[in-house]
């Protein structure tokens, strides 16, 4: 009778003393949090972005299309990134680099994260974006048609429509984390720094809040322009190139189209950073008893 109680300890304890596990489960906590919370943001932000205009992709109409395939996709890629991160920073750290080289560990780790979470995140994204603007009524709508190509394109080219935009979506995101998550670990050994010879383990859910708020619309305002190419390119009705994309906003609209939707992307990655880092901390801490 004593090896059923014991047994659960020993699992429970398991849980709280593996950083792979806490990451998976507090990384999709965070996701799925951040993503259905600021949604209609990231609506808007679409719809402004896009080709055929605000109003014409639905203005302020419908601003929780497609929260399907972001409801479906979060969780695993926010896990996925999470997961590859920790792993990768817990290498670099274990070899004492120095500030510099745990500044780099940090950007690889980001980056390799983000890779890793572009294999859920793309198709994902294609799907959403299409309903957000307005192009199909529902996320499942989207996909179905895409699937429905296989009658007549086959199987490889539906692959290549889920992962339309594969290429500049990691162009977007690698110079994102890169920006944004040394910031973030900065902040916070600077404020574990603060507090003396009485340093905690790791900072408060609050304090990874404010820090991942500040260096997410730090890294938002930056990347934007690579936003709207990424944006343009899954809603396009046929395949272009990047470079096509990008000559042909220059030359109709001008470059202030690379900025369109600053305001949007930035409120929603500040709020967003502050959810999904706050929440990312809180699970993660209280998953590891601190």
């Given at each position: 009778m004593e090896d059923g109680p014991r047994a659960m300890d020993n699992r429970q304890s398991a849980l709280v003393d593996s950083p792979y596990l806490r990451s998976l489960l507090a990384g999709g906590i965070a996701g799925t949090t951040v993503d259905t919370s600021l949604y209609p943001l990231d609506t808007l932000k679409t719809r402004l972005q896009s080709s055929a205009?605000?109003?014409?992709s639905g203005g302020f109409r419908g601003v929780y299309n497609g929260i399907g395939s972001a409801v479906v996709g979060s969780a695993p890629g926010?896990?996925?990134f999470f997961v590859t991160y920790e792993s990768v920073k817990k290498h670099f750290a274990s070899r004492q680099l120095g500030s510099y080289g745990e500044a780099g560990g940090?950007?690889?780790?980001?980056s390799l994260g983000e890779i890793a979470a572009c294999a859920v995140r793309v198709p994902t994204e294609v799907v959403k974006q299409r309903?957000?603007?307005?192009q199909y009524p529902t996320s499942l709508t989207a996909l179905t048609s895409i699937l429905n190509q296989?009658?007549?394109h086959g199987l490889f080219h539906v692959w290549r429509e889920l992962y339309r935009g594969w290429s500049i979506t990691v162009l977007r995101e690698v110079p994102f984390t890169v920006i944004q998550f040394p910031l973030w670990e900065g902040m916070k050994k600077w404020a574990l720094r603060q507090r003396g010879p009485t340093t905690?383990?790791?900072v408060t859910a609050a304090e990874s809040a404010?820090?991942?708020s500040i260096s997410g619309a730090i890294a938002a305002g930056l990347t934007t322009p690579l936003d709207v190419l990424k944006t343009r390119l899954m809603l396009a009705k046929q395949r272009e190139s990047v470079l096509a994309i990008t000559s042909k906003i220059w030359q109709g609209e001008g470059g202030k189209a690379f900025f369109r939707g600053i305001g949007p992307r930035t409120m929603w990655i500040s709020i967003g950073g502050?959810?999904?880092l706050g929440s990312y901390q809180w699970a993660s801490n209280l998953l590891a008893g601190i």
């Open positions: 205009g605000f109003w014409a926010a896990a996925l940090h950007m690889l780790a980001a309903a957000q603007a307005g296989r009658r007549t905690p383990k790791d404010v820090f991942g502050a959810v999904f």
